[in-house]
């Protein structure tokens, strides 16, 4: 009985489950132990410490921290049983998200889905032992659910069916779910619930359990989450400002390719898991794990407005920053996500103003009157870039390209685009457009952009890394790149191996760069 749950589970299901594809996927345990081993042991020590998962699915995490109680009080409270059961109903509560993962996950922990039965380990009075599920409804409020967000077509279903609206984020007051304060809470929320919207939106809702765990003010935060809250955008913006800007973030782990942590699972942008120290203020420690080699430095969150995910280039960011003290970066100059107005769905007219559409309907016509030239592009020379340049890459380990000669197209002046484009540059010269083309092109400028990137849509905010230069009279190149910014060769390997080199590059830009028709 030493080893209570080596001999209890074997194979380990729980592995088994980790590898299934689904949106609330589950944890694998090597995982959980490792962001248990963030935590500082001692508290495994201690019998009063107490534990929350607010998402419970397979109870992987309260039964992982069960193992390390077992070990850790065994001095304190020598019986076996008597040990077992102040863990288990004293120190270890979870929150199950729907009906048959409480099931599951009691199963997990008290080796049977009914803790008052005779075949469970320690024994409670009820059901549900320290494992609650409670059938919560959504708070509708016209469409939408006041709390997450879900879509009212979508979630306001019959009562046997399953609405996913999760009791620790549907209510105001978490405190009173178990009536007690927590010293750790650590957990895997679901990621999203479809909104309804145009292109089936899926609103994230990780955040929200989050921000809810914070409110009952644990010691310890620890939870696997996307990492496209690096970048914000849909309804992450405010939570990726305050998750930047609050010091008790202590550590970070970063995986860009999901399958390393949930195989057969693809999550566009990766996967991280945190350490947020209600006590403690200082330095993040952000660990990178890119196929296999793990690279990890102490770092500001906030160093800029915009999160650099990779560790390694976070120094060459700070040299070129430094090099060249940028007054505007490409952000304040590229152009807005509708250039002029027109949707991607715009439909060609037979005669008008020459127009970019979609690549498979290529160069068309634009009605005059439905053009909206607020940036002023129209009548100057253009590079045009497509919105989403890497549609389909959600594995970010592997190396990217962005633009090449075949996805963008220089538009002369009397020329606009749909939605489809966003203006990179505008000039008065065709010499200045075929300049830009060709800094905005190096290996180097490509490195400077994914450092923003997490999913497939590249807008301006994605371009605040890369400095608007002050001269495009002159072809760039990485060579002259890597003088003008003092690259090192190591630099320059690491930046290389992260672009794409399309076979239809021009080999530093030494040539001219010509203009599509």
Request: charged share 25%.
């Amino acid at each position: 009985m030493s080893d209570f749950y080596a001999n209890t589970y074997n194979p380990d299901v729980l592995s088994c489950l980790a590898n299934l594809s689904n949106d609330e996927v589950f944890t694998p345990p090597d995982i959980v132990n490792n962001m248990l081993d963030m935590l500082p042991q001692e508290i495994f020590n201690d019998k009063t410490t107490t534990f929350l998962d607010p998402a419970c699915k397979s109870g992987v995490f309260l039964r992982e921290i069960a193992k390390r109680l077992l070990t850790g009080l065994k001095k304190e409270i020598p019986d076996l049983q008597e040990r077992i059961d102040h863990i288990f109903q004293k120190q270890l509560y979870g929150i199950a998200i729907t009906e048959i993962t409480s099931l599951l996950s009691r199963r997990s922990v008290y080796c049977s889905k009914f803790p008052n039965s005779k075949y469970s380990v320690t024994n409670f009075n009820d059901a549900e032992g320290n494992i609650r599920f409670k059938k919560t409804k959504h708070n509708w409020r016209g469409e939408k659910c006041t709390s997450c967000g879900a879509s009212k077509s979508e979630y306001d279903r019959d009562a046997s069916l399953e609405s996913h609206a999760y009791e620790f984020i549907h209510t105001d007051n978490p405190e009173e779910v178990f009536n007690m304060k927590f010293d750790v809470i650590i957990g895997n929320p679901p990621y999203q619930l479809e909104t309804g919207g145009a292109g089936r939106q899926a609103k994230p809702i990780y955040n929200l359990f989050v921000n809810q765990a914070k409110k009952l003010k644990p010691r310890y935060l620890s939870m696997i989450i996307p990492s496209r809250w690096f970048s914000g955008g849909f309804g992450l913006d405010e939570f990726r400002k305050i998750m930047l800007g609050d010091k008790r973030m202590r550590e970070i782990v970063d995986f860009p390719n999901s399958a390393d942590v949930f195989t057969g699972v693809d999550i566009a942008g990766g996967i991280c898991y945190f350490l947020w120290n209600r006590d403690s203020e200082g330095l993040c420690k952000v660990t990178n794990i890119i196929n296999g080699v793990e690279t990890s430095e102490e770092r500001q969150l906030d160093e800029y407005p915009t999160f650099i995910r990779d560790s390694r280039a976070v120094p060459i960011v700070r040299k070129i920053f430094c090099k060249e003290k940028p007054r505007l970066t490409l952000e304040n100059t590229v152009s807005v996500q509708k250039p002029f107005g027109l949707p991607t769905n715009y439909k060609p007219e037979k005669s008008g103003v020459p127009c970019w559409f979609i690549q498979r309907i290529g160069r068309k016509y634009a009605n005059r009157n439905d053009i909206i030239d607020s940036g002023r592009y129209l009548d100057k020379w253009k590079l045009l870039v497509p919105k989403a340049p890497i549609a389909g890459q959600t594995d970010f380990t592997k190396p990217v390209g962005f633009y090449y000669e075949g996805n963008t197209r220089i538009a002369e002046p009397g020329v606009c685009c749909t939605e489809s484009w966003i203006v990179a540059g505008a000039f008065e010269t065709e010499t200045q457009v075929l300049s830009f083309k060709s800094y905005l092109f190096t290996k180097t400028v490509r490195f400077l952009l994914l450092q923003t990137v997490i999913s497939q849509d590249v807008l301006r905010n994605k371009f605040c890394f890369i400095p608007a230069l002050e001269d495009y009279n002159t072809i760039y190149s990485d060579t002259t790149l890597r003088e003008r910014w003092s690259i090192t060769d190591d630099e320059w390997e690491y930046i290389d191996s992260r672009i794409h080199n399309y076979s239809s590059d021009i080999e530093n830009n030494d040539d001219i760069i010509s203009k599509d028709d």
